[in-house]
């Protein structure tokens, strides 16, 4: 079967020892390599599964890679280790965290937990939250852990009038994860480095079971996830990795694309082998993002080619507004619905930023189409699911502290706060948990009933499976019971979470033979969102363009192609900035499979005020021939004018695909402006310098214009006092 790859694919996939840096461009069929190469290593270079570990970034992909490895090699690859880098971490901790002071049964915070520990320690030190922001502290501490350097030293380089206060929160935050057993997202990996440079046996235990390692999603691996894979490659260096540096979009999130970069630095004879047959696009989706992504530096190219067909050309659409935009989506989705008979779920609408998808979900409402927001409030976010969470938390690791402040007034049963910062503070005063102090308290009946009730819950841990246990602590907790109480619509939604968290449980309990709670609950805070895209489901999908990658659709909407909105603001000084988002338009052009559409707004209305674009350059990057344009704006429309009259055309193929489009060579809408300026016109500012006319109104001193500044944006000057110059 490994004959069925092509040239380069087999070239990679049987592949002997040493580094190798697989780069494999968008749909490329790099899973299906990854697969074939263990099953080479196995079956021809007789390599025992159990001396391989395959890391991915998702669950879903390690899944996916399980599964196909079971086709196969059948029971043959049972034995490979594979899993994210925090599951395998994690994996680790559980075996040998004892050896770094740490017990087995760790909790795992996940972002609202730790932002909950960071707010219970600014309480404790008596700091406004106004002052020192939790979400500040919490950036600090994942992003040193990210790196792989100790938080406390992150937080005495931070600048600030509460520098000092900071580096006593973030030093205490780490005490208090210490006292209740508890690590964080970022300690996994962290803490699994740490372990390793401390236990050089335990280090060369690892490296002789996992002797060859594959790396999947390399361009998305930060500083400390680098630290983990050169440690365990060692100095065999037999470590495969696949990636590509055009899809690199996660830097907010501490990916660091010069670890791809610089593979070849870092792990010398390392062999390249470049994917560039495409399995999933049409040629001219190819062309067209390849066109976009070549004006980056960083990167070391490549050219995607398909055997497939030329394709549809893409379409370009201009709009006048955001909701003329969303129509047009909607329209033409209903149309392509029709009169090709295409499911909602072949279709995707891609946006920069989670705010523009209110327009489209308006617009979806109102016709009717079922549609899922990929992105939106994680399953396991929802409230009545993490207090549950909570109380079997609790019943695993008692001294968990977070878990413990949530449910001990969860639902109310008159503990109040008084009371638990009492609580609390006997717990600080004698160095143990508050589940210890709650052990200690004879006084109060509420709390006396709150630990027989958890005592009751704990000595079931071991009798009751996971679903049984998760029942009793529904009935126990007196949950459930409050939510029939009260019957409301909201209360019905969370009975049903309750229902589907039951649900959740029985399923994985029938995936895994040795399931358990703990399991469970490592699985919850370890999932992606998405992990739980469904396939199967019939709804149309919406999504951020980071939440894109990994995914693929026939057809795609890449709505709000606009400067300052994609590329973002935010990336307008930024060199490296504006080269990933570069990357994340290539991402999300790559998604497509047989059509791709890309729209834009003159007007869009943004935090409360209309806000006037150019079209992305990324418009203009694409060549000639490969576009078609649509214009879909009001018959005339002054920059102030609120009038929505609206014609529909069609323009012809042009360069850059925005001439046809009602604009000029430089992207300027074409038509007379104000005060003798026209639309186009390019101008010259004392202070703002060169920009181009968009629009204006008014005559006398009244009049005014509106002018495109590049280095600042879009300025509205009464001409009187503008000091303008034509150029």
């Known amino acids: 079967m490994i004959d069925s790859l092509n040239e380069k694919q087999y070239e990679a996939a049987t592949y002997g020892d040493g580094p190798l840096l697989i780069l494999a461009g968008a749909g490329s069929g790099k899973t299906r390599v990854i697969t074939y190469r263990v099953a080479y290593l196995i079956e021809k270079k007789e390599v025992s599964p159990w001396n391989i570990m395959a890391v991915t970034f998702t669950n879903r992909a390690a899944g996916e ?96 009038f509460f520098k000092e206060k ?21 300690d996994l990996i962290y803490l699994t480095v740490r372990l390793f440079n401390e236990c050089p046996d335990l280090l060369e235990t690892y490296r002789e079971k996992w002797r060859y390692l594959l790396v999947d999603e390399y361009q998305d691996t930060n500083p400390v996830q680098y630290q983990l894979i050169k440690l365990l490659a060692g100095k065999t260096m037999n470590i495969t ?84 935009e969303a129509r047009f989506i909607i329209d033409e989705i209903s149309s392509l619905h029709q009169t090709e008979n295409r499911g909602l779920k072949d279709f995707a609408i891609f946006y920069r930023t989670n705010s523009q998808s209110r327009v489209i979900e308006d617009e979806l409402v109102k016709r009717g189409i079922s549609y899922t927001v990929v992105g939106g409030m994680k399953f396991y976010d929802r409230m009545e699911v993490k207090d549950i969470l909570g109380y079997l938390r609790v019943i695993i690791n008692p001294d968990d502290t977070v878990a413990m402040k949530r449910i001990i007034n969860t639902p109310p049963r008159g503990i109040g706060k008084k009371t638990i910062e009492e609580l609390e503070e006997s717990a600080i005063t004698n160095g143990f948990s508050i589940y210890r102090a709650v052990e200690r308290e004879e006084n109060n009946k509420k709390v006396v009933a709150f630990r027989a009730m958890m005592e009751e819950l704990i000595s079931l841990k071991d009798e009751l499976d996971p ?31 309750l229902e589907e968290l039951e649900e959740a449980i029985r399923e994985q309990a029938g995936e895994e033979e040795d399931f358990s709670i703990e399991a469970f609950l490592e699985r919850a805070v370890l999932m992606s969102e998405a992990d739980k895209l469904d396939d199967q489901e019939e709804r149309l999908t919406l999504m951020t363009l980071h939440g894109a990658k990994g995914l693929e659709f026939p057809v795609v909407f890449m709505a709000g192609m606009e400067e300052n909105l994609f590329p973002h603001s935010r990336s307008k000084d930024d060199p490296e900035g504006l080269e990933e988002e570069r990357r994340l338009c290539y991402v999300g052009m790559t998604r497509a499979m047989e059509r791709l559409y890309l729209s834009h707004a003159d007007r869009r209305r943004v935090f409360g005020s209309d806000q006037h674009n150019l079209p992305s350059r990324y418009l203009s990057d694409i060549p000639e021939g490969l576009t078609k344009n649509l214009n879909i704006v009001p018959d005339f429309a002054p920059i102030f004018s609120n009038k929505t009259a609206v014609s529909f055309q069609e323009n012809k193929t042009v360069k850059g695909g925005l001439a046809g489009a009602g604009f000029d060579e430089s992207g300027a809408a074409r038509g007379e402006a104000a005060g003798g300026y026209n639309k186009g016109d390019k101008v010259r500012h004392p202070t703002f310098a060169e920009g181009v006319v968009r629009g204006g109104e008014g005559t006398g001193d009244k009049a005014k214009v509106s002018v495109y500044f590049p ?13 303008l110059e034509k150029i």
């Open 241 to 324: 990795v696949v990636g590509d540096d055009d899809q690199s979009i996660y830097r907010w999130r501490g990916a660091d694309i010069q670890n791809i970069l610089d593979f070849e630095r870092d792990f010398p004879g390392a062999h390249i082998v470049r994917l560039e047959q495409n399995y999933r696009s049409t040629q001219r989706i190819l062309s067209a993002a390849g066109a976009v992504v070549e004006k980056n530096l960083g990167r070391k190219g490549k050219e995607l080619w398909t055997e497939g067909s030329e394709g549809e050309p893409l379409t370009i659409c201009r709009t006048g507004n955001e909701y003329e």
């Open 65 to 160: 890679m399980r599964e196909r490895i079971k086709e196969l090699l059948g029971s043959g690859g049972a034995e490979l280790s594979v899993g994210t880098f925090h599951a395998i971490c994690a994996a680790i901790l559980r075996r040998h965290i004892d050896r770094i002071g740490y017990s087995s049964s760790f909790a795992i915070y996940d972002d609202r937990d730790q932002i909950s520990a960071i707010k219970t320690i600014l309480d404790r030190e008596g700091l406004d939250e106004k002052a020192i922001n939790p979400k500040r502290i919490q950036s600090i501490i994942n992003d040193a852990k990210n790196r792989g350097v100790p938080p406390v030293d992150s937080a005495r380089t931070s600048f600030g």
């Open 467 to 497: 679903v049984g246990l998760l029942e009793k602590v529904i009935e126990k907790s007196g949950y459930l019971k409050k939510l029939k109480e009260e019957k409301t619509i909201e209360n019905r939604s969370r009975i049903e979470n």
């Open 166 to 186: 900071i580096v006593t929160v973030v030093e205490s935050y780490g005490k208090l994860l210490k006292e209740g057993n508890a690590l964080d997202f970022g």
């Open 711 to 723: 280095r600042i944006g879009l300025k509205n000057l009464v001409l009187k006092y503008a000091n």
